[in-house]
């Protein structure tokens, strides 16, 4: 299995840390990627051996002589025999071009009936050998109108170094992410800094801090009918799939991912 593939190799391991009000489902294992989740992305890509191009902002696809032109917001169109949409749904209706009029209208009510919650996640990070003095590597807040989840990010991942210094992250409420979502994210982290003081008033002060705006932080509702992805155009294949397709887990990219491998198999 993935998770048996990941284990051996280190990349995920069992979460054994405590955590505070985490409702634990019947038969559910949970685990921590120590290096981070990004390192699981990182090994799979290596894995595949693709050349990875980051920091591609996409505007357009249109279709060029059987295959589709990409355009993006900064350099040239590249044109491609197969194109595989993972991002938000939401941004993949955004796209222009002729894949505007390629998405019929059945399909389009489809993505649209898509939503996200939407949340902020604050990082402070500390000079190493601080200590954080709680019993718990992490905790859900259930009576808080702007924090639900405080994690000492070293401790849940099972990593002392005296080398790294320790790192809190915050995640606020739903409703709070909602009502701040276009808010000045610096006016964001006063408000979520002075929530956070009430609930551990002995945290010491880091030295450095991070305020990230999630705007599509998890699915509450994924596209009907839909086995993981959706064909938009067969030839030349224009598919799109993620957790929009299943649900906002592990699992859920995985099943997502199967299915759109299966449905490309045939154009390679």
Not at 231 to 252: A, E, K
Request: negative net charge; charged residues 20%.
């Amino acid at each position: 299995s993935f998770y048996e593939e990941l284990e051996s190799l280190g990349i995920l391991k069992p979460l054994t840390a405590p955590v505070e009000g985490m409702v634990v489902r019947e038969g559910s294992r949970n685990y921590v990627a120590p290096q981070g989740i990004s390192s699981v992305v990182k090994y799979y890509l290596e894995q595949s051996g693709a050349d990875v191009s980051y920091e591609q902002h996409i505007t357009h696809i249109s279709l060029r002589d059987g295959r589709w032109e990409v355009s993006r917001r900064a350099g040239l169109p590249e044109q491609f025999d197969v194109v595989i949409l993972t991002m938000p749904v939401p941004q993949i209706l955004q796209l222009q071009g002729d894949i505007v009029n390629i998405i019929n209208e059945s399909q389009k009510q489809q993505l649209e009936s898509v939503s996200y919650s939407s949340r902020y996640a604050l990082g402070l990070f500390y000079e190493a050998g601080t200590g954080i003095a709680v019993p718990w590597a992490a905790r859900y807040i259930t009576d808080n109108p702007c924090i639900r989840f405080i994690s000492i990010d070293n401790k849940k991942r099972n990593i002392d170094s005296p080398e790294i210094g320790p790192s809190v992250v915050v995640h606020t409420t739903v409703t709070f992410g909602s009502e701040h979502l276009d808010s000045d994210p610096a006016e964001v982290q006063q408000i979520i800094l002075s929530h956070l003081q009430r609930i551990l008033p002995s945290l010491p002060k880091p030295i450095s801090i991070k305020c990230q705006r999630w705007r599509y932080s998890q699915v509450t509702r994924a596209v009907p009918h839909c086995p993981g992805h959706m064909i938009l155009h067969t030839q030349p294949l224009l598919i799109c799939g993620g957790d929009g397709f299943t649900r906002s887990n592990f699992d859920g990219c995985i099943e997502s991912a199967m299915s759109i491998a299966e449905a490309v198999k045939p154009h390679l």
